[in-house]
């Protein structure tokens, strides 16, 4: 009986081990795979019609947390050095009372930018939808994608297997709080986006084409 139980704790930790292994050897994939589209150096960036920005937290006043405002700084960045024409600006809207997608319109229009720029993707709860939906809703098929370094290539990873041509652009302008925390967070979000594109996975919603070459006002809500 003890003979079997020992035989049992030793599979189970070599299961365990190499399942960790296993994460580990994805996120080296991930970041190792999506080296040659990541840039930090502006004029390095290809041109493309369409700068994504992917949603992070906004503050109860309304005001875009300073990651969020990095991303869409660094995106705005893009844009006056005709790096890129057209902004989709892609979050979480879940509630009537939370906006991702309209505080970053605001801070872009605050800075200048017109409203026939300015895409809206409210649908984009997490870096999986927002990829695809960018994709299937908005036909966006060349871009550049803007967010922090340690999400950069989980967002690359999946355009990439989406088929789709999209380049990142780095956009971290400090250190933040939580660093080493967001990037240990990146080792089961690797896992879940690899899980997701193994069974296709359809977005939380979809709903009409709305192309990014056409009037932004169709993105707002009515």
Do not use: W
């Not at 040659?36 to 390095?44: A, E, K, L, R, V």
């Amino acid at each position: 009986m003890l003979k079997h139980f020992k035989k049992i704790i030793a599979v189970t930790l070599v299961g365990i081990i190499l399942l960790i292994c296993g994460v580990y050897a994805l996120s080296y994939h991930v970041e190792e795979s999506t080296k040659s589209q990541t840039f930090t150096n502006i004029s390095q960036v290809p041109k493309a019609y369409t700068v994504i920005v992917l949603g992070a937290s906004v503050r109860a006043n309304g005001n875009l947390s300073t990651m969020l405002e990095d991303r869409v700084s660094s995106a705005l960045s893009l844009y006056k050095e005709g790096k890129v024409k057209r902004f989709l600006l892609s979050g979480d809207n879940g509630t009537a009372s939370y906006n991702e997608p309209k505080a970053m319109k605001a801070y872009l229009m605050d800075k200048g930018v017109p409203e026939d720029d300015i895409f809206l993707d409210y649908a984009g709860f997490d870096t999986y939808d927002s990829m695809y939906r960018a994709s299937s809703v908005f036909n966006v098929k060349e871009a550049v994608v803007v967010t922090q370094e340690f999400h950069l290539p989980r967002a690359l990873y999946i355009a990439n297997q989406l088929g789709l041509t999209y380049y990142g652009f780095v956009g971290d302008q400090r250190t933040y709080q939580r660093e080493s925390a967001n990037k240990r967070r990146e080792l089961l979000a690797n896992v879940k986006a690899f899980l997701e594109l193994t069974i296709n996975k359809e977005p939380t919603y979809l709903g009409a084409k709305i192309p990014i070459d056409g009037p932004p006002q169709s993105s707002y809500p009515q």
